[in-house]
């Protein structure tokens, strides 16, 4: 009898153990409000509407890992977007468009995955050094369209190494596949492309306050990705050739630095982007942006940011935004907060709304159609995460 009680405890403890080994964790965040925004639509009025994923997209989901000893670890995530307001997938109405992916990682040397994935743009630079990840400005902070991928750029059948943290600095490559026979990198002159490729490189090194990071991203084809990675009809293009306004390549490269010194934190951050055309026209994008935000208390957070967006080629038209942010934390998981953003657009075109429908972006997220260069949003809203 005693053999089989200690038999069984003997069991039951390695199956503890083995049961300790793995994990399974469930996450999400829920972000809603009230925005005004001015300019909005015919005549020049004003919008007040319910919205949600400003200071971050609402959403859920699992990730885990199981030990498989020697350091050495399966991973997967799998993550779901979705509007709160209507209870409406996000991300074109993928289940997991936010992020799907598997694979190992190992101690000391980093970690390899496979599936849907953000690029380094999003990583390094979006996630750290632009207003939109820094305060609750958001996807408000993000800059126009979000052209240069700072939010939104998750790469679809993607392989993606990520470097373990060697004294401070990480690195990786990533690359999507297009899935399309014969063509490796998407379809090299077509306007009915039928797959979308990408490849993405980062490195970002932090020393104690201060922190430096650089990321490349470039997808082929970007209307073709799923769900569509870049949707915009770019003016200029011949209506003869059948592919007028076709995006053919969408590339961003980027540098960022922030420096924390007692209570704030101040950041600065320059892209660069090419949208080039299959007839050949080509639209470059600059963004300059600085800010910072101070804790005034443990609770109470306020933030400041400047951009200076700029369109050549096409356009040549530029933008100026002012983003202010009061944000206060309830609890570690629940904070509330206001949110103001300022936006002056200038270019060939005779007003903001003419120039904005020119090369498809709008201000603040909103395309005004009164003719108006400037827009106002101001946003309350409450964030929960669990």
Same mark, same amino acid.
């Given at each position: 009898?005693?053999?089989?009680?200690?038999?069984?405890? !003997?069991?039951?403890?390695?199956?503890?153990?083995?049961?300790?080994?793995?994990?399974?964790?469930?996450?999400?965040?829920?972000?809603?409000?009230?925005?005004?925004?001015?300019?909005?639509?015919?005549?020049?009025?004003?919008?007040?509407?319910?919205?949600?994923?400003?200071?971050?997209?609402?959403?859920?989901?699992? /990730?885990?890992?199981?030990?498989?000893?020697?350091?050495?670890?399966? !991973?997967?995530?799998?993550?779901?977007?979705?509007?709160?307001?209507?209870?409406?997938?996000?991300?074109?109405?993928?289940?997991?468009? /936010?992020?799907?992916?598997?694979?190992?990682?190992?101690?000391?040397?980093?970690?390899?995955?496979?599936?849907?994935? +953000?690029?380094?743009?999003?990583?390094?630079?979006?996630?750290? +050094?632009?207003?939109?990840?820094?305060?609750?400005?958001?996807? +408000?902070? +993000?800059? !126009?369209?979000?052209?240069?991928?700072?939010?939104?750029? /998750? !790469?679809?059948?993607?392989?993606?190494?990520n470097s373990a943290n060697f004294y401070g600095l990480t690195f990786g490559a990533m690359y999507g596949f297009s899935n399309s026979a014969g063509a490796f990198q998407g379809a090299p002159t077509t306007a009915s492309n039928s797959g979308s490729s990408a490849y993405s490189f980062g490195l970002n090194y932090v020393n104690g306050p201060f922190g430096i990071g650089a990321a490349y991203t470039d997808i082929r084809f970007p209307a073709s990705a799923t769900p569509a990675a870049f949707t915009t009809t770019v003016a200029g293009s011949s209506s003869t050739t059948g592919a007028a306004g076709v995006v053919k390549d969408l590339a961003t490269a980027g540098v960022g630095a922030k420096y924390s010194i007692g209570a704030a934190t101040m950041w600065a951050l320059w892209t660069h982007t090419n949208i080039e055309q299959i007839v050949g026209h080509m639209t470059t994008f600059n963004a300059y942006e600085a800010g910072a935000k101070y804790a005034f208390t443990p609770a109470l957070t306020g933030a400041l940011g400047y951009t200076y967006m700029q369109a050549k080629d096409l356009t040549n038209g530029h933008w100026n935004q002012v983003d202010a942010s009061v944000d206060y934390a309830l609890s570690k998981r629940t904070d509330v907060y206001l949110l103001g953003v300022f936006q002056d657009a200038k270019g060939k075109a005779s007003n903001g709304a003419a120039l904005q429908s020119q090369i498809g972006v709008s201000t603040s997220s909103y395309l005004p159609t009164a003719g108006a260069d400037t827009q106002l949003a101001v946003r309350v809203g409450i964030r929960h995460k669990f």
């Open positions: 009898m005693n053999k089989k009680v200690l038999a069984t405890a !003997i069991l039951a403890s390695f199956a503890g153990a083995a049961h300790a080994q793995s994990s399974v964790t469930l996450y999400g965040l829920i972000d809603a409000g009230v925005t005004y925004v001015n300019h909005a639509g015919t005549g020049g009025k004003d919008l007040v509407q319910f919205g949600d994923g400003v200071a971050q997209g609402s959403r859920w989901g699992l /990730r885990g890992s199981e030990d498989l000893g020697g350091g050495l670890k399966a !991973i997967f995530n799998l993550e779901n977007g979705f509007n709160v307001g209507t209870g409406a997938l996000g991300q074109g109405s993928s289940e997991f468009g /936010r992020q799907a992916y598997v694979g190992l990682t190992q101690d000391g040397v980093g970690s390899l995955t496979l599936g849907r994935q +953000y690029s380094f743009s999003t990583d390094y630079l979006g996630g750290s +050094y632009a207003n939109g990840g820094q305060t609750v400005a958001g996807n +408000y902070g +993000y800059h !126009i369209n979000d052209i240069d991928q700072l939010t939104s750029s /998750r !790469i679809s059948n993607a392989v993606k190494f």
